[in-house]
């Protein structure tokens, strides 16, 4: 189910709302538990947007992909959860998809502590820094299509890009040390 037929549908039946789910839900439910830190809530968010997705489909015209719109409306709710009186943080996230396709039980270790790590630093990212980088690191989002999802300038995102990697490179030299 392509972007290109969805900017022409005024509503989705519930097998195209499941392959909507199938195709996105991971990643929908991954943006929402980096935002949140909390996975409970990320999957409240997660049912959360593909009820909005199946209700307001009209409104998704094709200025971005649909990856990009379901994480906008996200991004969203999430915020909205975040600035709710029933929010509490809990646990960072502790695992980060393999890039090897058959690691040794020991470079498979090595590598889960160092992603452990990195992870655990960027959870502690400013909300700001963290977001910008997370969309570029997990989703492969343009500068461009960050910039259009947060509604910033891309120079801001490039900015904001910049510091995050930086303060991320920061923290692994003295956690080296």
């Known amino acids: 189910m392509g972007s290109e037929y969805l900017k022409h549908v005024d509503s989705i039946?519930?097998?195209e709302l499941t392959l909507l789910m199938d195709q996105y839900g991971d990643d929908v439910w991954k943006y929402a538990?980096?935002?949140?830190?909390?996975r409970?809530?990320?999957k409240d968010i997660a049912?959360?947007?593909f009820i909005k997705a199946h209700y307001k489909i009209h409104t998704f015209r094709g200025q971005s992909s649909i990856k990009t719109w379901l994480l906008t409306i996200t991004r969203n709710i999430s915020l909205n959860y975040l600035?709710?009186?029933y929010f509490r943080k809990v646990l960072l996230f502790g695992s980060v998809k393999s890039r090897q396709s058959a690691p040794s039980a020991e470079a498979d270790y090595?590598?889960?502590?160092s992603a452990d790590e990195v992870w655990s630093?960027?959870?502690k990212l400013s909300n700001k820094l963290r977001e910008v980088l997370i969309l570029d690191l997990e989703y492969d989002l343009t500068i461009q299509e960050t910039a259009q999802m947060l509604n910033l300038p891309a120079g801001t995102v490039k900015s904001r890009l910049h510091r995050a990697r930086?303060?991320?490179e920061n923290q692994l030299k003295r956690w080296e040390k």
């Open 40 to 42: 409970e809530q990320a």
């Open 47 to 49: 049912q959360e947007v």
């Open 166 to 168: 930086m303060e991320v």
């Open 110 to 113: 090595v590598d889960k502590q």
């Open 83 to 85: 600035s709710s009186s």
């Open 121 to 123: 630093i960027i959870m």
């Open 13 to 15: 039946d519930d097998s």
């Open 33 to 38: 538990y980096f935002l949140t830190k909390n």
